[in-house]
Structure formats: structure tokens, C-alpha cells
């Protein structure tokens, strides 16, 4: 380890005085003109870590659905998965060391994880189309170069293309191969080999409006389209000619304000979607005959996959373990379906994509999608094998249904949740089965609910368990909330401190749009009283 070199050129990257960032679910993220000196070190952090695990890691630099003037950085794991939580100590240690303290944090971590400092390491880079995102890139790739690690720059990627480079790279593209058309190819062969099976016939099943929120999915996509256009054709709006990245667009806008982007014409019943700035989620919706907006968002993507799967593992009789995995924001409409009508088992993780991947990992089949629409499909290696096996020897309708499950695997970005797989996923499963998507959104009813946050103090004063389902802190916070779900029927709610800013997340659903709105107005209330709210006090009700 050169450390006069890095001394030298971390001067170029220096740290502002008194900023303070933390690496979480979604590594660091603020505002763009803060994150030189974090780009760099994380440059520095990717050489560790390969040189740790001797494999590529990789470097995505992506604020996803934050706004344009925002960025942010993540690194990228062995298989695709999210950076380990003990590095992502390491990460929020080596972000905010003063510049003087540079050389010994490095060498800290590198003590601590016994990094070997002579093996070789590998990064790769990928970045959305923020206007900071190339100056910042460049930044991680002065942190590499001055440790000595080689890399590739693949430019603009999604996020999740940038997980499939480095899980197709760490398997020696067992995975697939680690280029932009290896990747477009593998998920369309799969594609259009499922959908050349599907019974139904025209074309009101194969058209689709796509909001790519002003992002680098629309890039993507658009390079990627020629390759299925033969089972479906896609409309692009907010593309990125006009209009700033996620505003008034884009899935977590129409999730959050259950409202069609700004910028699309929508004619009733028309299926239409909507993908983040870095394409990793995915919600559809759609407007009635009288006008009125319907979402389907994660919980019913799960719903429709995972009921999907269960079916094909029925025809083929195949007892392979499929699971659904959820956070307590799942609609509880969506878990009822599942657990007393699917037959499917439900399981409830902590909020973050890293809780729910990891728990998916213990099934045969593992389906987890969060509400806001991110999530995937995980088939351990030996229901691979066992499905591909089955492709080969069943007869018949059996035969079918194996080859189907097999496309499936190939379909899903296994290494991350992934707006572009999960889209065609769901556009093919709607093929096969004949269904509108006025007949997807009628599998079950949402309850109505209310989200809401409340400022305060010190977000850290609450602490929940049960999966975030029940507050611990501060005392006599739960049993308030008891109270006031006992005044609604079919009421749950609960709260939650945000993981970026001082405010707590209230989450209420009951039997009517009024009751949910009252009964997170009334949470709320009890939250500011009992938790050190600040600033104007919730009113109950609406």
C-alpha cells in the first residue's frame, strides 16, 4: 500500500468539514457537490474487498429515485448481492475519517478483514445518467488506480445490469455473459421462448406503456427493445429528451402519490408501468372506464409471479419449496390471498432489499418483493438443476410446464431486483395465462391505507422488533397504538424510524379509506407526544 500516493491524492478528493454519511441499504446517498471525497474512497474500499474476497466487486454510482441534484454510491458483492453488513462499517468508517486519519483507517480495515494487500483486485464501474454521475465515477476510479486495482468502466448501466456484470464475471459467465448483449440476449431468448406458448392471440395483450422516469432505463430499453419486439411492443414516455430525472414521474412518484407520471396519455384499461431512475422497480397501473386510477404494485407482482410458479410446480409435481417473503408494508390483503388462498407461504423481513434477499435464500424458490416494487425471483442451484433436469426427461404437458419454469430462471435477474426482467416476467406470465390487467388487479382487493411521518427530535428514541411490526421504544408508544387499532375494523398499523432522516414512518391500513387516514392520523399523534415530536403537532383526523 502506497500511502504517500494516497495521501497525495486524497488531497484532491478532501472531505468537507463536519459531513457526517452513513452506508446503508442503498450505500450513500446526499447531495451531488458532497460525494467527491466519498467516490474516492470508495474506489479505495472496491480494491479491498476484491482483494478480500479475491473477485471482481462492484462500483454503481446511482442516486435512484432521489431527485436529479442528488447522487450516490454502493458497492456491489462477490454474487450481486449487497455490499456485508460488516464492510458496510468499514464503508461509513472510511467515509467520514478526517483526511489526517485516511492512511490509518485504511489500515485498520485492512487488519481487521485480513485484506492481503498483495493480491490482485478487479472493479467494475457503472453509472446513471445524472449530470454528476461521470465526474463521480471518475473519482472511484482515482481511488482504485492509486491502490493498484484494474478495472472496467461500463459507463451508463442500470443498477441492476451492473449486479448481473459482476455475478456473470465471479462465476466466469456460468451466470451469463458479462456484456450489455449478454444480458439483453439472455433475458429475451427466455422471453420469447415463454411467450410462444401463450394460448391467447392479437395484440391486446402484448402492448405496454413504459414511464421510465426520465432515467437510464429508457436508454436501456430502447437498445434492448429489437430483441423481444416480436412478443411485445413498448411505448417509452419520460425517456430523458426532456423533462429532469424522477420528477413527476417515475415508479416511487406514482407509488407514493397513486397518481398516473406526469407526461403520459393513458386510454382506459391500457396497460402502463412505471421504472425508477436506475430501473431496479417496477409498478403498473392502469384507469378504468369511468376514469379512475388503479396501481398494482408489489404485492400483486409477487402475487402474480409466485402463483405463477406454484402452478407450474403442480403440473409437474414437484414439491420444491416456494416461499414469499414481504415487509410489514405489504398489504395485508396481499398476505391473506397468498396464505389462505395460494397456499403459499408468507414470510415478514425488516424493511431493505438485503433483509428480503437474504431470507429468500433459504427456499427452493424464493419470491420477495417490497410494495414499492423492487424485488426478484431466487432459485437455489439445486432447483435449477432439478428443473432443468425435468426439462429434459418429462413428457408432454409436464415437459411444458419444466421448459417454462426453466425460461423463468433464465427471465429473473437473480442478483438483483430488476425493473427490465421483472417487466418481462410479468408481461409473459399475462400472455400465458390470458389475463387483462383489469383481471391481475380483481385476484384480490387492497385494503385501504395511509402512510404519513412524523418529525422529530431523535429518530433513534424508537426501536421496533417483529420485523419493524412492533415499537419496543419509547415506553407506552405500543400499547397506544393497540388502543387505537382496536377502534377500527380490519386495522393494523404501526411505525418505524427512517433510515436517512429524523422523522418516524407511520403505515395504517383498515376497511375504509376514512378509517385508514384517521387511524394514521391518530398514530401520529401518539408518536409526537410520546417520541419527542417537533415542529406543528398531527391533527387526528382528516
Not at 446517498?29 to 471525497?37: N, P, Q, Y
Not at 459507463?155 to 448481473?164: A, E, I, S, V
Not at 429434459?392 to 409436464?398: G, Q, V
Not at 393494523?492 to 422523522?503: I, K, L, Q, Y
Request: with cysteine.
Amino acid at each position: 500500500m502506497d500511502l504517500e500516493a494516497i495521501t497525495k491524492h486524497s488531497a484532491l478528493h478532501a472531505k468537507p468539514n463536519g459531513l457526517i454519511l452513513q452506508y446503508g441499504t442503498a450505500g450513500f446517498r446526499t447531495k451531488a457537490e458532497h460525494l467527491d471525497h466519498v467516490m474516492f474512497r470508495m474506489g479505495l474500499l472496491a480494491v479491498l474487498r476484491s482483494k478480500q474476497t479475491k473477485s471482481t466487486i462492484g462500483v454503481m454510482v446511482t442516486a435512484s429515485h432521489n431527485p436529479e441534484e442528488d447522487n450516490g454510491v454502493k458497492l456491489v458483492d462477490p454474487l450481486g448481492e449487497m455490499l456485508a453488513p460488516s464492510w458496510e462499517e468499514h464503508a461509513t468508517c472510511l467515509a467520514n475519517a478526517e483526511d489526517q486519519d485516511m492512511e490509518r483507517v485504511l489500515m485498520d480495515i485492512s487488519e481487521k478483514a485480513a485484506v492481503d494487500l498483495q493480491q490482485d483486485a478487479f472493479i467494475v464501474i457503472g453509472r446513471d445518467t445524472r449530470p454528476s454521475s461521470e465526474k463521480l465515477s471518475q473519482s472511484a476510479v482515482d481511488g482504485i488506480t492509486v491502490l493498484g486495482g484494474q478495472f472496467h468502466d461500463y459507463g451508463l448501466l442500470t443498477t441492476p445490469q451492473l449486479h448481473y456484470m459482476v455475478y456473470c464475471r465471479n462465476t466466469n459467465g456460468g451466470y451469463g455473459k458479462a456484456t450489455l448483449e449478454g444480458y439483453y440476449q439472455k433475458l429475451s431468448k427466455a422471453f420469447v421462448e415463454l411467450t410462444k406458448q401463450a394460448f391467447c392471440s392479437g395484440d391486446e395483450y402484448r402492448f405496454l406503456k413504459v414511464d421510465c422516469a426520465n432515467g437510464i432505463g429508457a436508454l436501456k430499453l430502447r437498445e434492448m427493445e429489437h430483441h423481444f419486439s416480436q412478443g411485445l411492443t413498448v411505448q417509452l414516455f419520460n425517456d430523458g429528451t426532456k423533462g429532469k430525472l424522477n420528477h413527476l414521474c417515475g415508479a416511487d412518484f406514482v407509488k407514493s402519490h397513486q397518481k398516473p407520471p406526469h407526461g403520459m396519455e393513458m386510454k382506459s384499461n391500457e396497460r402502463c408501468c412505471s421504472f425508477d431512475g436506475d430501473a431496479d422497480r417496477i409498478v403498473y397501473y392502469y384507469r378504468d372506464a369511468d376514469g379512475h386510477f388503479h396501481l398494482i404494485d408489489g404485492d400483486k407482482i409477487a402475487t402474480l409471479i409466485s402463483s405463477f410458479l406454484k402452478e407450474l410446480l403442480l403440473e409437474i409435481g414437484e414439491s420444491l419449496n416456494i416461499g414469499v417473503v414481504q415487509t410489514a408494508y405489504a398489504n395485508g390483503s396481499s398476505t391473506q390471498y397468498l396464505e389462505e388462498v395460494m397456499k403459499v407461504p408468507v414470510y415478514c423481513t425488516k424493511t431493505g432489499v438485503k433483509h428480503l434477499h437474504h431470507k429468500a435464500q433459504e427456499f427452493d424458490i424464493g419470491v420477495y418483493f417490497e410494495a414499492n416494487g423492487h424485488g426478484t425471483v431466487l432459485f437455489s442451484k439445486a432447483a435449477e438443476m432439478k428443473i432443468k433436469q425435468l426439462a429434459k426427461e418429462l413428457e408432454d404437458k409436464k415437459k411444458k410446464a419444466a421448459k417454462m419454469l426453466e425460461n423463468m430462471i433464465d427471465l429473473f435477474n437473480q442478483a438483483a431486483g430488476d425493473a427490465i426482467s421483472d417487466m418481462l416476467v410479468i408481461e409473459a406470465i399475462l400472455a400465458l395465462k390470458g389475463l387483462t390487467v383489469q383481471q391481475w388487479d380483481a385476484l384480490y382487493t387492497d385494503l385501504p391505507n395511509r402512510q404519513l411521518k412524523v418529525k422529530v427530535a431523535d429518530r433513534q428514541l424508537i426501536s421496533t422488533t417483529d420485523a419493524e411490526r412492533r415499537a419496543v421504544t419509547p415506553p407506552g408508544l405500543q400499547e397506544a397504538i393497540n388502543d387505537l387499532v382496536k377502534k377500527y375494523k380490519r386495522s393494523r398499523a404501526f411505525v418505524r424510524p427512517s433510515g436517512t432522516e429524523d422523522v418516524v414512518r407511520v403505515y395504517a391500513e383498515a376497511d375504509s379509506q376514512e378509517n385508514a387516514d384517521s387511524l394514521a392520523r391518530e398514530v401520529s399523534l401518539a408518536v409526537f407526544q410520546l417520541a419527542g415530536g417537533v415542529g406543528e403537532s398531527p391533527q387526528p383526523g382528516f
